[in-house]
């Protein structure tokens, strides 16, 4: 049956019509919707692991155990996963082992732009970029059977466009895999130096027999058009390249990116009068076309970085671009801002009333380094707060101790914040650790975590109790604060400063957009009591804006959350009918 579908379902679909059994992933856009909808099948267990690592250990435990499993991620997460990935590489597979990173040119959502195929190349593990959702669904079909029959993980590479663009996938019915046995071979599965000495000269001839595979296998394509030009593409800049030159140009469409064919380009190469490579990011396949000794138009006029489109790519290869205007030059701007009624807003409002340096992390709160709170100084990577803060003090002493915090989502806690955490313990600095516990994974969508008390599915789980975990790693000052109540916070937070030991503050309220929470109504402005003084304004609410010199709230967004109320020194945000 066909149907319209985002690339991401589409890939789930591939899942279950391979015969998927076992699905791990931790959320991260563009990735979440993959495991979002694999969770929709009732033949596959998914599951949301603390983080990628655990996520691509149990589906290497799968598959060891002979059934076909998959983990997903986004670009930043298999860094997380790479311990795993480069050793799974030299042990190989039982039953089918699939990997999806999604990466995200343009960094949408990110804090880096990197390109995964690296990954791939120094892990020596095939990697399959699908150009649309078509190709996402038969990919991860064949992926399976590309992992097993020769012995290794392999990587599915989707990027933002891919996974959030639609388009039509021919459906089939699931097919259901037996359980391969597991037979106990040290040799090929414990990777102690002994074994795993033997086991590299296994991966490079793997490799080569991939590189001979790629020279004829289905995901590479020539489509042969006007031979003046010739693209060598991939990914969506196959549809771009499309798009842009039909049939005035000849096209080398590659599925399988690593390993990259050499006769199969040197053939292609000597059909065309000037070869092109279009690729977003890094140059993988220029410089190989330049290392098997190719002419190439590439970077020399094609960016390194961002994202790609039609009119770049025709613009930069001496095309005519047609006279229009991009969506930034019709619509207003619209900065990032933290929701209406976010539990972290009145914390990071105290953060910067007090002028803490407050190092932060990965997750809506980051919003929190935005005007006008300007409350965060730093953010690294997930997990990364907890550990600079005590490299911070240990660094500074008494002199940051006082007025330098942590802040830290419960999720990320769980990701990749514990370690952090032991450290300041075990090597005792005097640092203030606050986690913001919203109860829910926010910056992707609302997705469970192991604080909540639900698993993928919305089912009872086991929940993890972050005060007795935090006690129990060591710390004897433990509070929890509701960040709508900021005289709680204010002193709260100076107490823990002050204190001459470690201590966590956990800032519990849920996220203002769950369905479960129960809102008060809207505040109204009693315009004869407004001033005009703007404190409300310092919150950067979206909810809230001046017009005539008086404050205005959008009944529409304010969730009546009070925080600003404590801010007006004249009665003028009140709350009931107006």
């Not at 789930?12 to 791990?24: I, K, N, P, Q, W």
């Not at 392999?154 to 388009?167: D, E, F």
């Not at 709160?365 to 997930?382: H, K, Q, S």
């Not at 479960?516 to 004869?528: A, D, G, M, Q, S």
Request: charged share 25%; net charge negative.
């Amino acid at each position: 049956m066909k149907q319209l579908m985002l690339g991401n379902k589409a890939l789930a679909r591939g899942l279950y019509e391979a015969g998927c059994a076992v699905v791990s992933s931790y959320p991260g856009t563009p990735s979440t919707e993959v495991t979002e909808e694999a969770a929709k099948y009732d033949e596959i267990y998914c599951e949301w692991a603390p983080n990628e690592k655990v996520a691509m250990e149990v589906a290497f435990g799968a598959s060891l155990a002979g059934r076909r499993s998959f983990c997903g991620m986004k670009h930043v997460g298999l860094n997380v996963a790479a311990d795993p990935l480069f050793t799974c590489s030299y042990t190989g597979v039982n039953a089918g082992m699939v990997i999806c990173v999604a990466d995200d040119a343009g960094m949408h959502s990110s804090q880096n732009e990197q390109d995964s195929r690296h990954h791939a190349i120094a892990s020596k593990i095939p990697m399959l970029e699908p150009s649309d959702s078509a190709e996402a669904c038969e990919f991860a079909k064949k992926a399976f059977d590309l992992s097993e029959e020769f012995d290794t993980p392999v990587i599915i590479k989707m990027c933002t466009r891919v996974a959030h663009s639609q388009s039509i996938v021919d459906t089939c019915e699931r097919e259901e895999r037996s359980t391969i046995p597991y037979e106990k071979n040290i040799a090929k599965y414990v990777m102690m130096p002994g074994n795993a000495i033997r086991r590299h000269p296994v991966v490079e001839e793997r490799t080569r027999k991939l590189t001979e595979y790629a020279e004829h296998c289905e995901f590479n394509r020539v489509e042969m058009g006007n031979t003046g030009l010739g693209i060598i593409t991939s990914s969506t800049s196959y549809q771009y390249v499309k798009e842009i030159f039909g049939e005035r140009a000849s096209i080398l469409k590659l599925g399988l990116v690593n390993p990259l064919p050499e006769r199969l380009i040197l053939d292609f190469a000597s059909k065309v009068d000037k070869l092109a490579i279009v690729e977003e990011l890094d140059p993988i396949i220029e410089n190989h076309c330049k290392a098997l000794g190719l002419t190439v138009t590439g970077k020399d006029v094609l960016p390194l970085e961002g994202e790609y489109s039609q009119n770049l790519i025709a613009e930069k290869l001496g095309e005519e671009v047609p006279e229009y205007q991009s969506f930034k030059e019709i619509l207003p701007n619209r900065p990032p801002v933290m929701c209406a009624g976010c539990p972290h807003r009145g914390l990071f409002y105290i953060l910067s009333k007090q002028k803490c340096t407050v190092l932060g992390d990965i997750g809506c709160y980051t919003l929190g380094a935005v005007a006008p709170l300007n409350a965060m100084e730093m953010t690294l990577c997930m997990g990364a707060s907890i550990s600079s803060i005590h490299g911070f003090n240990k660094a500074l002493g008494e002199e940051s101790e006082k007025k330098t915090v942590a802040v830290i989502g419960d999720s990320t806690f769980m990701h990749s914040g514990m370690t952090g955490l032991a450290n300041i313990a075990y090597n005792q600095s005097n640092s203030t650790v606050i986690i913001l516990d919203n109860s829910i994974t926010g910056m992707t969508g609302h997705q469970q975590n192991p604080t909540t008390g639900y698993n993928i599915k919305g089912d009872p789980a086991g929940k993890i109790d972050l005060e007795s975990l935090c006690r129990s790693m060591g710390f004897s000052r433990v509070a929890v604060v509701d960040p709508y109540n900021l005289d709680e916070c204010d002193s709260v937070i100076k107490e823990e400063l002050a204190a001459k030991e470690p201590s966590v503050i956990i800032s519990r309220r849920p996220c203002a957009l769950l369905k479960y929470v129960k809102h008060n109504p809207p505040l109204f402005v009693k315009e004869e009591n407004c001033v005009g003084c703007k404190s409300c304004m310092r919150l950067g609410c979206p909810a809230i804006s001046m017009k005539d010199k008086k404050a205005v709230i959008d009944s529409t967004q304010c969730v009546g959350c009070k925080v600003c109320q404590q801010l007006c020194k004249f009665d003028a945000l009140q709350s009931g009918e107006v």
